[in-house]
């Protein structure tokens, strides 16, 4: 016997209007909300409603059928704003009581790795935007990107969750297979489910490679693959991006056909069914422990945090972000905290990676900016303005240098930005 879990990854950032060193103490416009709502149109067109219209249709077909979700509190917020149609057919799809909901930070951040306490709040916020926009409280979390260790794992059973999800990645498995549930070491209660990343990956990254061996991936040619575990496994954990539904695979590549008749292939075998996470957590006991002391993630080949923390402009701007963490808090202004908190969401340093930049790599692909400098600039502009605001605030004097956008008091070690876009 052998269960598909299927969860996907629902977000989009808001992402930051151009904003030059000019703009520092005259514009509080941070966000490009033109662009955003382009965006969530362009996506909400090619993926969300024809990919919730195919998960609907099959849920209606086969009640054996199960999948589950989780949303960014910043895509949430972008629905209620822009999208009511996208967040209406989300809830169709969970009101059918067999889709279920993950819990995560709100505003997709790397938190944890930096303030624990701002973790804990935005992890709260998320769980009560999801109660109060689907009547659901979930019971399993995923951490942003997967980002995963020991540590995580016992923190987040502390918060009382019953299950954590996290990549299947063979530095940690070792001889082990991610198609089983297993205990991370250090907890007690808490079920660590592990995605079989060579399967997800056949459907959300080589699905329409021509020069992949396998293509064309069929039903059938998967659904065998699937079948092969049937006695070496108990769960498969296919974890991707939602937007390998249209977007990352267009339509005209057979993506959208492919699910529609994927799991009537996969129940043709009667030792096969579909689970939800919490459902796998209820049925299967825990195989083994896993040990994994350092930080690992589901980004590149690495599968570590270097997409976000890999070089130096990316360090001083997150550093610098979450340094102003108490005196945003005292200050106890709510639209301050927003903006500091949507600063916060991984893709603005995401933007930043210049891993393989000039190879046409991925972090070029998904990346607004024309280069990872134009991207650190651009936040650091916002950033000292942020600054600026606060200080104005606490009626003190702020002074702001014209040459290169930094705010009188900048600590030592804090990366400035000269008038030609070079770090200091």
Not at 166 to 178: K, M, T, V
Not at 267 to 290: A, G, M, Q, W
């Amino acid at each position: 016997m052998v269960d598909l879990c299927f969860y996907f990854q629902v977000h989009q950032p808001f992402r930051m209007r151009k904003y030059s060193i000019f703009d520092i103490g005259k514009s509080k416009e941070y966000f490009d909300d033109k662009k955003n709502i382009e965006v969530l149109a362009k996506v909400a067109r090619k993926c969300y409603l024809p990919a919730n219209k195919v998960m609907l249709e099959l849920l209606e077909k086969h009640p054996e059928f199960r999948i589950s979700y989780s949303f960014s509190g910043v895509f949430l917020e972008q629905c209620e704003s822009w999208a009511p149609d996208v967040l209406s057919s989300f809830k169709k799809l969970i009101d059918t009581g067999r889709v279920e909901v993950l819990s995560e930070t709100y505003y997709h951040s790397l938190a944890y790795l930096f303030s624990k306490e701002e973790f804990k709040e935005q992890v709260k916020k998320h769980r009560e935007t999801v109660k109060r926009l689907f009547g659901v409280e979930p019971r399993v979390f995923r951490n942003t990107e997967l980002i995963y260790n020991n540590e995580i794992a016992k923190f987040v059973e502390d918060m009382g969750y019953d299950g954590i999800l996290a990549e299947g990645w063979d530095s940690i498995l070792g001889w082990r297979s991610p198609n089983f549930v297993y205990r991370p070491k250090t907890t007690n209660k808490i079920k660590l489910l592990l995605k079989n990343y060579r399967l997800s990956d056949d459907i959300a990254f080589r699905f329409s490679n021509r020069g992949w061996s396998e293509w064309p991936l069929t039903t059938e040619k998967f659904s065998q693959w699937v079948n092969a575990y049937n006695g070496n496994g108990e769960v498969i954990n296919l974890f991707m991006d939602y937007e390998t539904f249209g977007e990352h695979q267009w339509e005209d590549t057979g993506i959208f056909e492919f699910m529609r008749h994927l799991p009537e292939e996969i129940l043709k075998n009667p030792d096969n069914h579909f689970k939800t996470p919490s459902e796998v957590i209820d049925s299967f006991p825990v195989r083994d422990e896993i040990d994994c002391h350092h930080m690992i993630s589901w980004a590149d080949m690495e599968r570590d945090l270097s997409a976000w923390l890999g070089n130096r402009i990316q360090q001083s701007s997150i550093n610098r972000l979450y340094s102003m963490e108490k005196s945003i808090k005292e200050k106890g202004d709510p639209e301050l905290l927003e903006l500091w908190r949507k600063l916060q969401t991984s893709d603005h340093f995401y933007y930043m990676c210049t891993k393989w930049f000039n190879d046409g790599d991925v972090h070029k692909y998904f990346n607004p900016y024309d280069s990872p400098y134009d991207s650190f600039i651009n936040f650091m502009n916002i950033l000292n303005d942020l600054t600026l605001r606060m200080k104005k605030s606490e009626d003190k004097e702020v002074s702001v240098d014209e040459s290169s956008g930094q705010v009188d008091g900048q600590t030592d070690g804090e990366v400035a930005v000269d008038g030609l876009g070079k770090a200091l």
